[in-house]
């Protein structure tokens, strides 16, 4: 059973490009949360998807930050427009119950 | 809002020794979960433990095993025989009990093994 995959695993992007983020969660778990890591800093939790609905995006920024998680294919975080402050370590974690397993994480550096 | 505290920033051990990590809680539900993750160098996030909050038994699993007393909302990880791939830095978590929370994390200690 292959893990959460998460793609790609470092991006690059110069200022006010657009980064998208993929999440793939693990076979059979229908729930997926998208954190992000700060450097030196802990996980923050961004946001919580089921199958074609937001549960909870309280963690997301208002702006420039969407999630989605179609009924086909791998879940996606966009950021529009990235600043330096969005540089950071995004973890997608998926589960079929309580316990959440986490993805490799992208590294995101802008530019 | 709930909120997970680890005071220890960084902690070492000895190689083969037994070490604990501290994590406190601060919570007004009764049932929740809680779990202590890894990150090593690579980065990836490793579940090392998880404890139910309805379960008084202490959790295990292999080397690992936690102390939780639920009224002083502590939940303290030890290592036994600690062993050089146990380096990385550790995170404790809380989850509510409704299923498929968000978790919330502490700010995490890193761990150095002395060999």
């Known amino acids: 059973n292959a893990g959460v995959m998460q793609n790609p695993r470092h991006l690059v992007r110069r200022r006010g490009q657009e980064a998208r983020l993929r999440c793939s969660p693990m076979?059979?778990?229908?729930?997926v949360y998208w954190y992000r890591q700060l450097p030196e800093e802990g996980l923050k939790f961004m946001v919580y998807l089921q199958k074609e609905n937001i549960i909870d995006e309280s963690g997301m920024p208002k702006e420039r930050f969407s999630a989605e998680f179609p009924k086909e294919g791998p879940s996606i975080l966009r950021i529009q427009q990235v600043v330096r402050g969005d540089s950071a370590a995004y973890f997608c974690?998926?589960?079929?119950?309580?316990?959440?397993?986490f993805g490799p994480g992208t590294r995101l550096l802008v530019l | 809002a709930q909120t997970v505290t680890q005071s220890q920033p960084e902690m070492s051990v000895q190689e083969a020794e037994t070490v604990t990590l501290s994590c406190t809680y601060d919570?007004?539900?009764?049932?929740?979960?809680l779990f202590w993750y890894k990150q090593p160098p690579s980065r990836q996030m490793i579940l090392v433990i998880r404890q139910e909050a309805y379960k008084q038994q202490n959790a295990t699993e292999n080397r690992f095993s936690v102390n939780f007393q639920k009224a002083a909302k502590s939940f303290s990880l030890k290592i036994s025989d600690s062993q050089l791939g146990d380096a990385a830095m550790y995170f404790c978590?809380?989850?509510?009990?409704?299923?498929?929370?968000?978790?919330?994390f502490g700010t995490g200690t890193r761990l150095t093994i002395i060999p």
């Open positions: 978590a809380y989850s509510g009990n409704f299923g498929n929370e968000k978790l919330t």
């Open positions: 076979k059979g778990h229908s729930h």
């Open positions: 974690a998926s589960s079929p119950d309580e316990t959440q397993y």
């Open positions: 919570t007004s539900e009764s049932d929740y979960y």
